[in-house]
Nanobody
Framework: QAQLVESGGGSVQAGGSLRLVCEAS????????VGWFRQAQGKEREGVAS???????AYADSVEGRFTISKDNAKNTLYLQMNSLEPEDTAMYYC?????????????????????WGQGTQVFVSS
């Protein structure tokens, strides 16, 4: 059975860094789109970043230049390096896997394009 498990969340002060990890089992990431989403309390879920094996990747404007998405196909693991964190980055972060490539018009893609989801890892950034 396909499963995604996120880790690496936690509490950090503004300006700090965290590295989120998403490990997949039951299927392989490659070659399709995998991504990170987040949902803050009282807000809609938003795409943060996505990447596929064709080299297509995209970031939300709010994280561009601060976050870096990467994946290790051999380990079937997805990463999100988050630097210069801001209180506005506080949210539950989810990884997700799509059955298509990341051709979402330069955006990380909407949630309905992703078939499998992890349970999430909480990130809290204090000011």
């Amino acid at each position: 059975q396909a499963q995604l498990v996120e880790s690496g969340g936690g509490s950090v002060q503004a300006g700090g860094s965290l590295r989120l990890v998403c490990e997949a089992s039951g299927y392989t990431f490659s070659p399709y789109c995998v991504g990170w989403f987040r949902q803050a309390q009282g807000k809609e879920r938003e795409g943060v970043a996505s990447i596929d094996s064709l080299g297509i990747f995209a970031y939300a404007d709010s994280v561009e230049g601060r976050f870096t998405i990467s994946k290790d196909n051999a380990k079937n693991t997805l990463y999100l390096q988050m630097n210069s964190l801001e209180p506005e980055d506080t949210a539950m972060y989810y990884c997700a896997w799509s059955r298509r490539f990341c051709n979402f018009g330069g955006t990380p893609g909407a949630g309905h394009n992703f078939a499998y989801w992890g349970q999430g890892t909480q990130v809290f950034v204090s000011s």
